[in-house]
C-alpha cells in the first residue's frame, strides 16, 4: 500500500528537513568557504553549536508533531532545554573573550555581514518547513510555524559556525544573531495568519 506524504511520521518528515540543512552545509563546504572552527574556538563555541543543532531538530520535530490533530501542546517544550543551552552558550562564549582581544563582529560592518548571512540561510529553512507544515494544513497553525521558524533559526545558525571567525562580540549577538531570529519567528508567526489548505 503507498503511503502519501500526509501519512509521514512526523519524525520521518523532520528528518527530511534536516536533510536540507546538510544539504546546504555541504554547499558551503563545496564552495570551499573555510571553516573558521579550529582556531581560537572554545568549549562554549562547540557548545553553542551543538545547542543551535539540537534546536534546530527537536523544534522541527515538536513543528510536525503539533501539526497532527490531536497531538498535546507539550511538545512544543521540546526544544527548550536545547535552545537555553544554545543561547546560555553563546552568551557565555562571548562573555569568555579576554579583554583587549579581537572578536569579531566589534563593527557595524561585520555584524552585518553575520546578519546577512543568518537571513540568507534562515529563508530557504523556513520556506521549506512552512510549506512542509502547510501541506499538513495543521489544526493549530500558529504554534507548529512559530516552533518551525526556531528550527530555521538554529539550522541557520549553526550554518554561521561553519564559516564565522569565533569568537563573537557583544554587538554581534545583540545586532545579528538576536535580529535575525526575531526576524525569523516574527515571519513564522506572519505566516500562520495565512489562510491553511484544506483537507481532502
Known amino acids: 500500500m503507498r503511503h502519501s506524504r500526509s501519512s509521514w511520521p512526523p519524525a520521518v518528515r523532520a528528518i527530511l528537513w534536516m536533510d536540507a540543512v546538510l544539504v546546504i552545509a555541504g ?9 573558521a572552527l579550529g582556531s581560537g574556538s572554545g568549549t562554549w563555541t562547540w557548545t553553542a553549536l551543538a545547542g543551535s543543532t539540537l534546536t534546530a531538530g527537536l523544534a522541527a520535530l515538536s513543528a510536525f508533531e503539533t501539526s497532527v490533530p ?57 520556506v521549506l518547513i512552512l510549506a512542509m507544515l502547510w501541506w499538513m494544513a495543521p489544526a493549530r497553525p500558529a504554534l507548529p510555524m512559530l516552533l518551525g521558524a526556531l528550527a530555521s533559526a538554529g539550522g541557520a545558525a549553526s550554518l554561521l559556525a561553519l564559516v564565522h571567525p569565533h569568537p563573537a562580540s557583544f554587538l554581534d549577538l545583540a545586532a545579528a544573531h538576536a535580529v535575525a531570529l526575531l526576524v525569523v519567528l516574527a515571519a513564522g508567526a506572519a505566516a500562520s495568519r495565512l489562510p491553511q489548505r484544506k483537507r481532502a
Open 70 to 126: 490531536g497531538r498535546g501542546r507539550a511538545w512544543a517544550w521540546l526544544p527548550v532545554p536545547a535552545l537555553a543551552l544554545w543561547l546560555a552558550a553563546t552568551g557565555l562564549d562571548c562573555a569568555a573573550i579576554p579583554e583587549g582581544a579581537h572578536a569579531w563582529g566589534s563593527t557595524l560592518a561585520e555584524a552585518g555581514q553575520c546578519l546577512r548571512f543568518l537571513l540568507s540561510m534562515s529563508v530557504p529553512l523556513l
Open 27 to 35: 554547499i558551503l563546504a563545496f564552495a570551499r568557504v573555510h571553516p
